[in-house]
């Protein structure tokens, strides 16, 4: 069965600083997608941020990018100039053919102002 | 257009009562997919239906069940209600449920406590 390992339960940034979320999944799949999600306290579910893994090259959208390495299977979220609208809980999320999500356990983000 | 609608938001149930939970898909989005999320388990998959029929199941036990109608609004049942069914229930919706992949837009959740 596929996992998701976010092996960081909370991170703490200076808000305009840089910070990096870890991810670690496991499959014998090929084809298959990762996201990042983040959940803010009011719970909406809200997609950040996609990669599909027959794409070399790494996601990008606006503050927050991915450094996608498939071989060591690992997805990890880059937020460039933290802001204070970015604390929540994020999650990484994988899914291939089977059509659902599987999430890791999230990590809690606080910025500091 | 307007997102995914959940209801009811907040339930507090009765331990061994039954419960109905509404989603309603963003207009011409044919898939849905419910998720559970509890502080020990985290989110994990319930089931997935498209054009009203279960495409995908996840761990849950029977006591579990869903449907989805010609609509695409789906509901998800949960019989004889225990204390560790207490969570918010997401549910998700999206254009299909195959290649290529489509997002998935969740709803506010409803948040079901039992006692």
């Known amino acids: 069965a596929q996992t998701v390992t976010q092996s960081q339960p909370e991170m703490s940034v200076q808000e305009a600083e840089t910070v990096t979320l870890s991810c670690t999944y496991d499959?014998?799949?090929?084809?298959?997608?990762l996201f990042w999600y983040k959940q803010p306290p009011s719970r909406q579910m809200i997609l950040v941020i996609r990669?599909?893994?027959?794409?070399?090259q790494n996601a990008t959208e606006n503050r927050f990018s991915v450094n996608f390495q498939k071989a060591a299977k690992s997805f990890s979220l880059k937020i460039s100039d933290s802001q204070l609208g970015d604390a929540a809980m994020y999650f990484c999320?994988?899914?291939?053919?089977?059509?659902?999500?599987?999430f890791g356990q999230g990590t809690r983000l606080t910025i500091n102002p | 257009k307007a997102g995914v609608t959940q209801t009811p938001r907040y339930l507090i149930k009765t331990r061994g009562q039954q419960v109905t939970l509404s989603c309603s898909p963003i207009?011409?989005?044919?898939?849905v997919s419910w998720y559970q999320q509890t502080p020990g388990q985290g989110l994990q998959f319930l089931f997935e239906?498209?054009?009203?029929?279960?495409?995908n199941k996840g761990n849950f036990p029977g006591r579990f069940s869903g449907r989805q109608f010609s609509n695409s609004r789906s509901e998800m049942n949960v019989s004889t209600l225990e204390l560790g069914d207490s969570a918010l229930y997401l549910c998700?919706?999206?254009?299909?449920?195959?290649?290529?992949?489509?997002?998935?837009?969740f709803g506010p959740g409803t948040r079901l406590t039992v006692t």
């Open positions: 998700a919706s999206s254009l299909s449920n195959g290649v290529p992949l489509y997002e998935q837009y």
């Open positions: 239906y498209f054009s009203e029929t279960q495409r």
């Open positions: 207009s011409g989005h044919r898939s």
């Open positions: 990669q599909e893994a027959y794409k070399q």
């Open positions: 499959t014998s799949e090929s084809d298959y997608y």
């Open positions: 999320a994988y899914r291939d053919g089977a059509q659902k999500l599987v």
